[in-house]
C-alpha cells in the first residue's frame, strides 16, 4: 500500500516553516470543531472561548483580565459577556478581592454547557490518543516549551497560563 504524500512533506521549506504549516492545519481543524460546537449552542466564537475560560477559573474573572487572556478588545468582551448573562450562562458580581471591581463567573447552566463544550475536539483529542505514548509525552514537552518560549516573546500572556502551573 503507498501512502499518499501531502503538500506539506512534498515542499523543499525549511521544517521549522513546515512545522508552522502543520501547526496552522491543526489549528484550522481544532477551531473548527469549537466554532461548530459554539453555533450549536447558539454562541459565537468569542462567547465560546469566554465560557471555556471561565470554566478554567473558579473564582471569575474581571472584563479586562477575559480581553488580554483572549487577545480581543474590551468592548467584545463587554459585549459578548452582556450576550452570555441575557443567555443567562454568566453572572456579573463584585469582585471577592476588590468592591468596586466586577468579576464574571459561569452559572450552573454556563457549568453545564462548558461541560459539554469541554468534551468537543475529539477528533483531535482521538489523533493524539492514537500516538503512541512515548511521542505523546514529546509533544507535550515540546508544546509546553513552545507556549513558554511565546510567553517570553509577548505572544502570549503569561499571566493565568504560566507553564509550570499546576492547572496547566
Keep these: 500500500m503507498t501512502m499518499t504524500r501531502n503538500s506539506l512533506e512534498q515542499t523543499d521549506l525549511p521544517l521549522a516553516q513546515k512545522l508552522g504549516h502543520a501547526f496552522n492545519r491543526v489549528q ?4 473548527a470543531d469549537s466554532w461548530e460546537a459554539f453555533g450549536q449552542n447558539d454562541l459565537n466564537p468569542t462567547q465560546g472561548q469566554i465560557l471555556l475560560l471561565l470554566g478554567r477559573r473558579s473564582e471569575g474573572l474581571r472584563l479586562s483580565e ?19 448573562v441575557e443567555k443567562r ?4 458580581n463584585k469582585a471577592k ?9 459561569l452559572t450552573a447552566s454556563g457549568k453545564r454547557l462548558v461541560s459539554r463544550l469541554d468534551s468537543v475536539g475529539g477528533t483531535i483529542a482521538a489523533v493524539i490518543e492514537s500516538l503512541p505514548e512515548a511521542e505523546k509525552v514529546q509533544l507535550y ?20 497560563m504560566c507553564v509550570t502551573c499546576r492547572h496547566f
Design 89 to 92: 450562562y454568566v453572572s456579573k
Design 28 to 31: 484550522v481543524a481544532m477551531r
Design 97 to 105: 478581592d476588590d468592591a468596586r471591581a466586577i468579576a464574571v463567573r
Design 141 to 160: 514537552k515540546t508544546m509546553l516549551r513552545m507556549v513558554r518560549e511565546l510567553q517570553v516573546a509577548g505572544k502570549i500572556p503569561v499571566a493565568r
Design 66 to 84: 477575559i480581553a488580554a487572556e483572549l487577545v480581543v478588545s474590551a468592548p467584545t468582551v463587554s459585549d459578548s459577556v452582556g450576550s452570555l
